[in-house]
């Protein structure tokens, strides 16, 4: 019982459901820069290599064996290089692309937490931290002032 009172707990706090969104957002992003890679950005670079498909390149340690009858008998052992390639180039595009939204979701944060900033509205914890702070640093004026006399 004492289990299902955790996961009770857990999601009722909102992390599953914190979770399943970043899940299907992830999932969504995923296929954004699978067609970003793969159709906006390797043909153009095919282009420029003669039309070369990256996902076909590869190196050849052995043939693959085809019998009297037309079937397979061994298989081609292959290093695909340009499958490599490609999935480098997803890497890149998805490490590129979060770092833009990570950066940008920090300068917005940034602003959200700087209390002088009257465009952006400081969340209330922050704007009590920072009213408190300006008490204490009153307080702490009037006490030197206080002391020195």
């Keep these: 019982m004492k289990l299902i009172k955790e996961f009770k707990e857990f999601a009722v706090k909102g992390n599953m ?7 299907i957002i992830g999932a969504a992003f995923n296929k954004v820069i699978d067609v970003l890679a793969k159709q906006v950005l390797l043909p153009p670079l095919s282009l420029l290599s003669d039309g070369v498909n990256f996902q076909d390149k590869k190196i050849v ?3 693959a064996i085809v019998d009297t009858t037309g079937a397979i008998s061994t298989t081609e052992v292959a290093v695909a290089y340009g499958a490599l390639f490609e999935v480098f180039l997803d890497f890149l595009i998805i490490g590129f692309t979060v770092f833009i ?3 940008a979701m920090n300068r917005l944060r940034s602003k ?3 209390t002088k900033d009257e465009t952006v509205v400081t969340p209330k914890d922050i704007q009590l931290l920072s009213d408190l702070k ?3 640093e009153e307080q ?3 006490l030197k002032a206080k002391v020195s006399k």
Excluded: S, T
């Design 101 to 103: 939204v990570v950066k």
């Design 112 to 114: 959200a937490q700087d």
């Design 134 to 136: 300006q008490l204490m």
């Design 140 to 142: 702490n004026e009037l």
């Design 61 to 63: 340690l052995r043939d």
């Design 17 to 23: 459901m914190d979770m399943a969104i970043g899940i």
